[in-house]
């Protein structure tokens, strides 16, 4: 039994999918620009803040595009940081991810709802 014994919340299935898609990101910048096959500390990081806050996502399963949120739930480091991930591992994720891809562009597309609290 783990010694950290942190209660897994289940996801709205976009959330879940949400998640699979930063971490396929995340994993896809860290490989080019940081060189390991794991994460690194600082990507495995931002990993965790990216899952928490999708945990936290006052939008739920309507959430639209975190870069259109009226909410805007991340710091501003952060936010940067994830814009950077997404900017190299967005058009690199078709070929190793079409699934998560192609979901990921028609999420896009999602009109921008009402403003809700982020978290
Ligand atoms: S509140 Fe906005 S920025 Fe935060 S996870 Fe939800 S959609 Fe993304
Ligand atoms: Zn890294």
Redesign the pocket.
């Known amino acids: 039994m783990s010694s950290q014994s942190r209660p897994h919340k289940p996801l709205h299935p976009r959330l879940a999918r949400e998640r699979r898609t930063v971490a396929a990101m995340i994993g896809i910048y860290c490989r080019a620009k940081h060189g390991g096959m794991d994460l690194c500390a600082e990507c495995s990081d931002l990993l965790v803040y990216a899952a928490n806050?999708?945990e936290h996502?006052?939008?739920g399963g309507d959430?639209?595009?975190?870069k259109d949120?009226p909410?805007?739930?991340?710091a501003p480091h952060r936010r940067a940081r994830i814009q950077e991930v997404m900017r190299y591992a967005g058009p690199r994720l078709l070929k190793s991810h079409p699934y998560l891809a192609l979901r990921h562009a028609l999420d896009g597309l999602r009109r921008t709802p009402s403003k809700k609290s982020?978290?």
Do not use: D, N
């Not at 959430?63 to 975190?66: A, D, E, G, N, Q």
């Not at 909410?71 to 991340?74: E, R």
């Open positions: 806050r999708l996502c006052g939008f959430k639209p595009p975190c949120c909410a805007h739930c991340y982020g978290s």
